[in-house]
């Protein structure tokens, strides 16, 4: 999924008050994660993802790992959390500007 500048943007804004939905620990990215993420991207369409004990091409590469799993796309990150977002075709909860 491709985003532009003006919807990354505005999905960073509707993402600010949101608290990290699913936290990644020092055991990466695995099966539960994924699971959890693709639940929460279904139920939310937007989320926070949090990432704890790694350093910063570890974080970048896990969350491009995670969004390519999950068919979503990185929204941006700042510092340990990243912000993901799947569009859901029947119940599209956000619109995106053009």
Known sequence: MELNDKQRRYLR???HPLKPLVRIGSGGVSEGVIAETRRALQDHELIKVRLTGADREA???ALEGL???TDSALVGRIGHVGTLYRRQPELAKIILPD
Do not use: F, M, N, Y
């Open 13 to 15: 804004g509707l993402a």
């Open 59 to 61: 974080r970048d590469a």
């Open 67 to 69: 969004a390519k799993t």
